[in-house]
């Protein structure tokens, strides 16, 4: 009687478990592998084993134990033995051609927060395949009305700008106007500021600063603050600005400016991008870009202030050089001292000014995020889940109702970060890109 008992017992307990296998129609599925746990900045481990990632369309549906597909479900890519993460983001680069476009998604790079200028040129919107684009604009350039403040950011979200950068001119007041109605309407906002400092601008809760060489500029007196916030852009070794990076290369470590300006940083909910690439060139421990493979694909024409294709480095005239290259090693103490002091960190390659490249130059930017003390896996969240975080975008992370763009990685980034450059599948909008067919010019 026992033994018909358990055998009807074990006969409804397959039933069941028979009936509860899934398959799911018109989906694409990543079943197995590691999924890496990139949240909280990086300082969360709940990394997921043994788990299948639904995609419909362009979007994760779920994600579900793997056991619980069915034996008939299709369309699956085998991750055992791999590691998974969302598509890397690039939070300040231009795509000037379709050249430009492979080589971010070569690189891993789904999403792009494009930025154009007289320097970079015009972004190019037409680029198939490409990453998402998620374009800035900007307010402050030059003095402008309170209304003019208000109908350009207006006119800019009309015209599809999820990005607001907010520049040097934009006084304490105007700051706050205009960082206020940019959240209002959804909008992002990043500070490179000068008539306003930046403790201001986190105070206001501003939700990024971008460059090392920028947002420093609470280290320096206020005379020297504004002087830079009149002439923000002049490469002449005279002018405001260079003054000002001469004095930062001056700081020593422990400097009383520096550290409470750190202090501030980690004590406030805003986030910094190095764009550690424009000055990468100029550091000792550089790699010549041009020997990655995807380089093959670039015009050396197109790319402003490249590196010599044999050195790697920059062919500047010799005095300029060296203002750059201490410039670039005391840059390097200077964040240092920022991450020790608990500032968050998005990452964003600067593309394509100063020799900086598409794809290629935000794995200098990881690079040197690593060399400055972030582990892996907070190296791995800024440029993944911190964009969700900083400014609120719906990419960045592997979760149900988040844009399908992951990686697939043979190797663990958590080990090297260089693995992120190893052998990969890549997802893009829910679809598996040929990564071999990029190479082609």
């Known amino acids: 009687m026992c033994k018909k008992i358990l055998f009807y017992l074990s006969l409804i307990t397959l039933c069941l478990s028979c009936s509860t296998k899934q398959t799911y129609t018109d989906a694409l599925i990543i079943k197995g592998g590691t999924i890496i746990d990139v949240s909280n ?40 033995g791999k590691y998974i993460m969302p598509g890397l983001t690039d939070g300040f680069a231009v795509i000037n051609n379709q050249n ?68 040097y001119k934009l006084t304490p007041s105007q700051l706050e106007l205009a960082h206020n109605e940019a959240k209002k309407l959804g909008m992002g906002t990043i500070g490179e500021l000068g008539f306003t ?84 060139l100029d550091m000792p421990f550089s790699k ?36 750059y290259q201490k410039l670039g090693f005391n840059e390097l103490m200077i964040e240092k001292t920022y991450y020790k002091n608990g500032a968050h960190y998005i990452s964003g390659s600067g593309t394509d000014v100063w020799g900086t490249m598409p794809g290629i130059s935000l794995h200098q930017e990881l690079e040197v995020l690593s060399y400055i003390g972030l582990t892996n896996r907070e ?9 969700n975080d900083a400014f609120g975008l719906r990419f960045g992370k592997i979760v149900s109702g988040f844009k399908a763009n992951i990686l697939i990685l043979d190797n663990n980034p958590l080990d090297d970060i260089k693995h992120l450059k190893g052998s990969k599948i890549l997802i893009l909008n829910g679809v598996q890109i040929d990564l071999k067919a990029l190479l082609k010019n």
């Open 100 to 167: 430009y476009a492979n080589a971010f998604l070569y690189m891993g790079i789904t999403d792009v927060i494009g930025v154009e200028s007289f320097r970079r040129g015009k972004f190019y919107h037409d680029a198939n395949p490409s990453p998402n684009i998620h374009m800035l604009e900007s307010v402050g350039d030059t003095p402008v009305s309170n209304q003019q403040i208000l109908d350009s950011i207006h006119k800019l979200y009309n015209n599809g700008i999820e990005v607001l950068l907010m520049m």
């Open 41 to 80: 900045n990086g300082t969360s481990f709940n990394d997921l084993t043994d788990k299948a990632i639904i995609i419909k369309a362009d979007t994760i549906f779920n994600i579900v134990d793997a056991v619980s597909l069915s034996s008939e479900q299709d369309n699956i890519i085998d991750a055992s």
């Open 197 to 280: 400092s930046y403790k201001k601008g986190m105070n206001l809760g501003v939700d990024t600063f971008v460059h090392t060489t920028r947002y420093s500029l609470d280290v320096a007196p206020d005379s020297m603050a504004v002087k830079v916030a009149e002439q923000p852009f002049s490469n002449d070794l005279g002018s405001p600005k260079w003054r000002y990076y001469q004095y930062l290369t001056n700081l020593k470590e422990g400097n009383k400016a520096l550290v409470n300006h750190a202090k501030n940083l980690g004590n406030s909910n805003s986030y910094i991008m190095p764009t550690f690439g424009l000055l990468y």
């Open 288 to 323: 010549n870009p041009w020997n990655e493979k995807i380089a093959s694909i670039i015009d050396i024409n197109d790319v402003n202030r490249p590196a010599d294709k044999i050195t790697g480095k920059h062919n500047y005239p010799p005095e300029e050089l060296a203002a």
């Open 379 to 387: 190296v791995l969240a800024t440029s993944t889940s911190n964009f």
